[in-house]
């Protein structure tokens, strides 16, 4: 590092600083002998080349984290058997029994690396159609030889939305007004369709309010392509469990049983044959597909799991899943665990509901944990996810260090408003405060001091909030195009 300039010097201990970030996030995993990036089901459909193929040749790029760290290496054959594929997401395994029989019980979340970033920066899809914060998540049970699998996704609401922090609790969620929206929307579900099989779309968001437009625009574009592949389902999940009604989510259970039938599941014998395929995949969404989402999909991976059990045997006939409390604890807790996994890798922090998704219902103990987990993403979404997204970037390769660039796009300016508003606000508040522990001989006088101050500090406030999007942490490493 001798030939670098100071500026460059102190940049590179801001881009190490950004790769330790990311190794520091829980859920990286790798396997030396299994494919992890694959499904069941995508593996029982390979050719013998196929299997001769390392483990890194024939991963699942989507699910690649690494790909970028190992790329000099991809180009080696010769030393393939030593770059393994890393996964981001989820993984738990359990052995379980229920009427004492024996069986593995696994859980996976791949989260992709396309279009990969937090909450509020990396939103809809790109010109690819690569949605954001999309996971597959896959459900396996390996009994006697036998192994059955059952597929989820969700990802971000298919259009080309926005919704960038700016110090408001919810910031208003943006449409983009004149972008080619059926283009990225038919390169999205054309890729799902061709991987997956059907699609049946779950959206979740709130059917009134700033989260209305992007329902109506949802629905709109899957009516506008008419592709039977494609079914479309819409459950205001706020407005159906308010006033902590939550037993109402079986109206959307029975509304998609149907559908879950259809779509099956994926089962192979002890003796590798294929007893049955999954047909299609539910795709789940809220607008950040964790919390709601993760409740739906724990309720659908159950219902897929108890036919899988009954199919495979271990169950007998008219048991009932809820009724083995041993196994329900591990699946309700997994589902939790898996929860906060991705919520922290996406939102900063853990899941909200998950008191639901491990006690079966909702509780004012979870309320007030919720509470506190949408104090926590507020201020990490405001003031530290532009280098959490830089940090993503940098790891992916989306953005490459240049030596010889001669401006650093790390020493963006700051206007001096971003330092100045704050420290007014700051002092205003504290004099305020101070005029009224110090009384003075009249009131008059303290009141006439307090008021001054509440209105410099308010006034402040109120500015800073209208110009909120000029403090928040931006993101400063990926051109602004790529971002919306």
Known sequence: MLHLTDIQLQDNKTFLAMLNHVLNVDGFY???????????????????????????????????????????????????????????????????????KYFDWILISRRSCFRAGVRYYVRGIDSEGHAANFVETEQIVHYNGSRASFVQTRGSIPLFWSQRPNLKYKPLPLINKVANHMDGFQRHFDSQVIIYGKQVIINLVNQKGSEKPLEQAFATMVSSLASGMIRYVAFDFHKECKNMRWDRLSIL?????????????????????????????????CMDCL??????????????????????????VGQKLEEQHDFEKIYKN???????????????TGALKTDFTRTGKRTQLGLVMDGWNSLIRYYKNNFSDGFRQD?????????????????????????????????????AFSMCIICLLMAGDTWTETLAYVLFWGVASIGTFFIILYNGKDFVDAPRLVQKEKMD
């Open 30 to 100: 790798f396997s030396t002998t299994y494919d992890l990036t694959h499904t069941l089901q995508r593996l029982s459909n390979t050719s013998p080349e196929f299997q001769e193929m390392s483990l890194l040749e024939r991963a699942d790029q989507r699910f690649v984290w690494n790909g970028h760290l190992l790329r000099e290496l991809s180009a080696q054959p010769e030393v393939h058997r030593f770059a393994l594929p890393v996964l981001h997401g989820f993984i738990t395994m359990h052995s379980c029994s229920i009427n004492g």
């Open 334 to 348: 997994a589902w939790a665990d898996n929860a906060n996994a991705c919520a922290k890798q996406y939102a900063g």
């Open 253 to 285: 259970m029975d509304q998609v049983a149907e559908m879950q039938d259809e779509l099956s599941y994926f089962l192979v014998d002890s003796a590798g044959m294929v007893v049955a395929s999954q047909e299609g995949v539910f795709r789940s969404n």
């Open 291 to 316: 919390d709601r989402t993760n409740v739906i999909q724990s309720l659908l991976a159950r219902r897929s799991l108890q036919a899988q059990l009954q199919r495979l045997g271990v169950l007998h």
């Open 391 to 427: 940090s993503i970037d940098l790891f992916l390769g989306n953005y490459s260090v240049d030596e010889l660039e001669s401006h650093s796009p790390l020493s963006v300016p700051r206007d001096l408003k971003f330092l100045a508003l704050p420290i007014i606000m700051v002092v």
